[in-house]
């Protein structure tokens, strides 16, 4: 296990620099100059070199490029072109939003998928078969936005259950938190579940066809502890690493679902900045949120090496 | 390839025999043969599915309706009606006005060109970035493998949306730099679905024979491995449009694709959220359309993959 977790580490060391590379180059592809811009309208030359000056923009690419990531790898993201904040702080600040929305939208994804899946699997070809394969369907053909809109013109506008907008952090009232939160998560975790549930449906109707499936039944094990016991174990392999991918999903898509529901999270700092043309704050949600993918995914691996032993000498 | 549609039609032929001692044409007409039959049988297993066919029949004439939405459209999409504002469905106007009193439908068949370019657009950059590095990683292998997957790896360590994103707030939102950022976070899936194929075409016992008759690598590439690949690919690429689309249609949404006046769904809905509480068919509407065409998509690609190649457990569903 210790050595599966070393080998993923190296792995991830080329991929980090890569990631590095491209978010870097965001800069270099900027088309005009960030200190004309920062400079505002009625700027003079002099002005403008000193803002270039202050940024490092005249120095040699190799060295902004080492000095930016001598500081991410410090945890220093810069600072915004536009506040002067710094941009790990902005980050820090909104994290809590960001992924308190993709956990409970994974839980969503999870409640739904999981039953969903085995009905599916087990009723192969029948009608319950057919009516989650269809809405597993529907829900990924179905953009979050719509979705987003739909529920709240029902729960919000009609019915008046649940608030359309606005955010209460966990720590304050976390019934009111979960109020405000369970619109967005259904809202993102409905593509998940949808997603999850085909993944779960065919590799769990695969390992219903194996032969030490129709042994277990043979010796007259219950069915419920049949698909519990023996087959969700090795079903759950192809379906985590679906869940792997999902992270990475349900991170960019709550940027949309955050805009809909006003919650202050990375989504709303990413639209700002990307109005603004903030590159700093760009660059930051963006390798935050690789990093963030990157550390899911390790944990994936090791999930793997846990469900599966073959894995972890492969 | 193996041809069981031609086996199935002359029943008596021994399936384990040397395929040689029935072999009597030139080589070319033998394969001219083989391709015709797969392409009926690919065209029989289509047919025998009924929800494909009527996804590939939806998208057909909502393709139609895009192109000849001049002459369809029963009002100008642009002119305004101040008098005349966010009304839902009326007999003059069947899906109802917008905020600038705009014919909905009118408008929406505009945009259905709008979505169905742009997302045609972002695959077909998604193929030309994806494929080559694709075939180049699995025919080739070694290190130019292990350098084109970690580049993968790490494009696809990034929220797809997110990167997108980043994108367009690079290089100005508009519709072409939108669908620019799909077609770049799209090329990864393009480029492991054709290593993946290439992979498996390579260690066939045909290619094999070819190398081991002196053919040239890229006449191998053309001629024997190409042609293998083609139907996940063009899975790949029914089930990617689902998605481009989705992606543009989020993109408009924020307000980072398509730029007004010109809409497309996505747009349109971003438009019109703000007005939910008084006319939700402004949102309902494009939102039924991107979900069906969408998913009009995705059921061609999953019959697709059904419909094409070798007869395996489960295909026969």
């Not at chain 1, 923009?57 to 190799?62: E, F």
């Not at chain 1, 987003?148 to 019934?175: K, M, N, R």
């Not at chain 2, 790896?153 to 519709?175: H, K, T």
């Not at chain 2, 069906?292 to 999953?302: E, H, T, W």
């Amino acid at each position: 296990m210790i050595l599966l977790l070393g080998r993923r580490l190296l792995l991830m060391v080329p991929i980090l620099l890569v990631v590095s590379f491209l978010v870097f180059g965001l800069v270099v592809a900027v088309p005009g100059d960030p200190a004309i811009t920062l400079a505002g309208d009625n700027a003079t030359p002099e002005r403008i070199a000193e803002i270039r000056g202050q940024l490092g923009l005249d120095d040699p690419l190799a060295q902004q490029y080492g000095r930016w990531v001598g500081g991410v790898v410090q945890g220093d993201l810069g600072a915004s072109l536009f506040s002067g904040r710094p941009v790990a702080t902005s980050i820090a600040e909104r994290m809590p939003v960001t992924i308190g929305l993709a956990t409970l939208s994974m839980i969503v994804a999870l409640l739904i998928s999981i039953p969903a899946g085995i009905i599916a699997a087990t009723k192969r070809g029948r009608w319950p078969d057919r009516v989650a394969t269809f809405l597993a369907s529907a829900g990924l053909a179905m953009p979050s936005f719509f979705l987003g809109l739909v529920l709240v013109l029902v729960f919000s506008l009609q019915l008046g259950w649940l608030p359309a907008t606005g955010y209460v952090p966990f720590e304050v009232d976390p019934v009111l938190w979960l109020k405000h939160m369970i619109l967005p998560a259904i809202t993102l975790g409905a593509a998940a579940a949808a997603e999850t549930t085909r993944q779960l449906r065919s590799s769990l109707s695969d390992v219903l066809q194996q032969d030490y499936i129709r042994t277990a039944r043979a010796k007259g094990t219950r069915a419920g502890s049949v698909i519990v016991h023996h087959a969700l174990k090795n079903a759950a392999v192809p379906v985590v690493t679906v869940l792997g991918f999902q992270v990475a999903f349900l991170l960019g898509g709550s940027v949309i679902v955050e805009q809909i529901f006003a919650l202050p999270g990375l989504g709303g700092l990413a639209i700002r900045a990307v109005i603004d043309r903030d590159i700093p704050v760009i660059q930051g949600v963006v390798v935050f949120a690789a990093v963030l993918v990157m550390v899911v995914n390790l944990a994936v691996d090791l999930l793997y090496g846990w469900l599966n032993p073959k894995i972890r000498t492969a | 390839m193996t041809d069981t549609g031609s086996l199935e039609q002359r029943p008596g032929r021994p399936l384990e025999a040397d395929p040689w001692s029935t072999f009597t044409g030139p080589a070319v007409a033998a394969d001219q043969v083989v391709a015709v039959t797969s392409f009926r049988r690919f065209l029989r297993r289509f047919a025998g599915q009924p929800m494909a066919v009527g996804a590939l029949a939806v998208l057909v004439v909502l393709v139609l309706a895009a192109i000849a939405a001049p002459r369809i459209a029963p009002f100008d999409p642009l002119a305004q009606d101040l008098q005349d504002t966010l009304q839902g469905p009326t007999s003059e106007h069947w899906l109802g006005t917008d905020e600038l009193g705009r014919d909905v439908l009118s408008r929406m068949l505009f945009a259905a060109r709008v979505s169905l370019v742009a997302a045609a657009q972002a695959v077909l950059l998604a193929i030309a970035l994806g494929v080559l590095p694709g075939l180049m990683a699995g025919f080739l292998r070694g290190w130019v493998d292990a350098v084109i997957s970690r580049i993968t790896d790490a494009v696809m360590s990034f929220p797809p949306l997110l990167l997108a994103i980043a994108i367009v707030g690079v290089f100005g939102p508009s519709l072409t730099n939108a669908m620019l950022a799909v077609g770049v976070i799209f090329a990864p899936r393009f480029l492991r679905v054709t290593r993946g194929a290439v992979l498996a075409a390579r260690e066939e016992t045909f290619v094999e024979a070819s190398r081991s008759i002196g053919t040239p690598v890229l006449r191998i590439i053309a001629t024997r491995i190409l042609p293998n690949i083609l139907s996940p690919l063009l899975v790949q690429t029914s089930l990617a449009l689902g998605f481009a689309m989705l992606a543009e249609a989020s993109l408009s949404f924020l307000g980072l694709g398509v730029q007004p006046p010109d809409a497309s769904w996505g747009a349109m809905i971003g438009r019109a959220y703000r007005f939910l509480a008084q006319t939700p068919t402004l949102v309902v509407f494009p939102g039924i359309a991107i979900a069906v065409c969408v998913l009009a998509f995705n059921i061609l690609g999953d019959g697709l993959r059904d419909s094409f190649g070798r007869d395996t457990r489960g295909a026969g569903r």
